[in-house]
């Protein structure tokens, strides 16, 4: 069954005069890996003619004079910190709390909005704010999904459901979980990824999965920053399960100049730095805006990092190492040997002007959809440090079935993290990478193109969205 296309009956002439007059609110989840592409994919649907209203959480809230073209409306009282959780599994709690506290507030604008001259043609929420879904049946307003994680991974999360009422993630013991053998049912996921596929609360996790897949079949279509030729044969899986139409329009970062929804400065000496290295000789590294380290892991990382005598760029967010402000936990002379010229560490970077960077030959990622999607966009081969969720299936995906990059599977030690920079960055298995990944690369190019699978997919979102 192709899920990629939807029965159009509309004329292109009739689209155009239709679209000006139809104003889209999209609703974004307050984490950068989310805001992301929801604020890409509002100026690829702004490019096409809508009105675009960004309706936002105060907390995290994205900067409006980088969007002067749209209009951004705050949610009222929801000002929290929301993004001051100290660890993984409070993400559960915090998700399930905002998709109900927060659900009223949005309910009173989208009214507001509604009630306006222009009206509201549809709305488009994050998959994660599957609590919007009654407010979009009770007020008769089209719900689009943007999901932000690969077709894969979320084929993974509806899978894995039944078998925890099941009961087999509780089945294995310690040592079994230690097993390089797939699970029957959510291949390619290995026996080892699944304690941290779920994360700690897995009880928890399955709650929220079944509302946010509950509020996704219930919604009219799915948008994903993806592209066809990557995930046929999930998308195939995925229909099967989700009916609704599928526009699969990715990459998003590609329509349009680097984004400029970054919540943290982003440096950009990392641009220049790069600048005095030649082509494929540096090592990117960077595990995104949530993940956090314990000092141990960060000593191994450091350590690793200075036996493998490879160049590298590093990210270390503040707060994100345990009991450190910045890079207080480095060991003793790391820092001097960095000055020498062959490392160079940044708060946050402007990830995909570096990924783009001739220099950068590797890129080590903790496997965020975002970060893995910009990383095949540039051709640059990955090592994969996945710490929970979607990082997990994105990982296996990279290493076992793409084969554009190696996983580190036994966490941080020094000496594997050596092996695995040397095999990406030095040994003729990286080339082989590197080959694959300048495929997909190419792939890209040709989908965004006039008749390519995103860019027609985006042409029959347009008519979708005209056709309400
Ligand atoms: N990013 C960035 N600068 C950095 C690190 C990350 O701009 O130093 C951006 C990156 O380009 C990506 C996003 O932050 O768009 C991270 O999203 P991802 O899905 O990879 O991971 P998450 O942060 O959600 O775990």
């Not at 929801?38 to 100026?43: D, E, G, S, T």
Request: charged share 20%.
């Amino acid at each position: 069954m192709d899920t990629s296309t939807t029965t159009i009956t509309i004329t292109a002439t009739a689209t155009a005069t239709a679209i000006s007059h139809r104003r889209l609110v999209l609703l974004p989840l307050p984490f950068q890996g989310h805001l992301n592409p929801m604020l890409q994919l509002a100026n690829i649907l702004h490019s096409k003619g809508f009105s675009v209203i960004i309706l936002h959480t105060l907390c995290n809230s994205p900067n409006p004079t980088n969007y002067p073209h749209f209009n951004f409306v705050p949610i009222p009282g929801t000002g929290e910190d929301i993004l001051n959780f100290s660890d993984m599994d409070k993400i559960i709690s915090l998700l399930l709390y905002i998709n109900t506290k927060f659900i009223n507030p949005i309910k009173e604008c989208l009214e507001r909005l509604m009630s306006e001259d222009d009206g509201v043609a549809c709305l488009i929420t994050d998959a994660q704010w599957f609590g919007t879904q009654n407010v979009a049946d009770i007020l008769k307003l089209p719900r689009i999904v943007h999901r932000t994680s690969n077709i894969s991974s979320f084929v993974c999360f509806a899978a894995s459901l039944p078998l925890y009422v099941k009961g087999l993630f509780q089945r294995f013991s310690d040592e079994e979980m230690k097993l390089n053998a797939p699970v029957h049912g959510l291949e390619p996921l290995m026996v080892k990824d699944l304690s941290k596929f779920l994360l700690d609360d897995s009880e928890g996790a399955c709650k929220l999965l079944e509302l946010m897949i509950q509020g996704t079949k219930r919604a009219r279509a799915l948008i994903w920053n993806t592209f066809k030729e990557l995930e046929e044969r999930e998308l195939e899986a995925l229909g099967q399960h989700f009916p609704n139409p599928h526009f699969l329009i990715g990459p998003f970062h590609r329509y349009f100049q680097a984004s400029s929804s970054s919540l943290l400065a982003q440096d950009k000496t990392s641009l220049s730095w790069l600048d005095k290295h030649p082509p494929n000789s540096v090592l990117y590294v960077s595990f995104g805006s949530i993940v956090k380290l314990n000092e141990s892991q960060f000593l191994e990382i450091a350590c690793g990092l200075a036996k493998s005598m490879q160049p590298f760029l590093w990210v270390v967010r503040p707060r994100s190492v345990e009991g450190s402000e910045w890079l207080e936990t480095l060991p003793d002379g790391f820092l001097e040997r960095v000055a020498e010229g062959r490392g160079y560490i940044v708060k946050w970077a402007p990830q995909q002007d570096v990924l783009a960077h001739p220099a950068i030959g590797g890129f080590w990622t903790h496997s965020g959809w975002n970060s893995t999607l910009e990383s095949i966009c540039e051709g640059v081969p990955m090592i994969c440090s996945p710490c929970f969720g979607d990082q997990l299936p994105n990982a296996r995906y990279v290493s076992d079935v793409w084969k554009i990059g190696v996983e580190l599977e036994n966490g941080f030690q020094r000496e594997e993290i050596e092996k695995a920079i040397k095999r990406v960055m030095v040994d003729e298995e990286g080339l082989k990478f590197k080959n694959k990944i300048q495929n997909m690369k190419w792939k890209i190019d040709l989908c965004l193109k006039k008749g390519g699978s995103s860019y027609s997919s985006l042409e029959d979102l347009v008519n979708y969205i005209v056709s309400f």
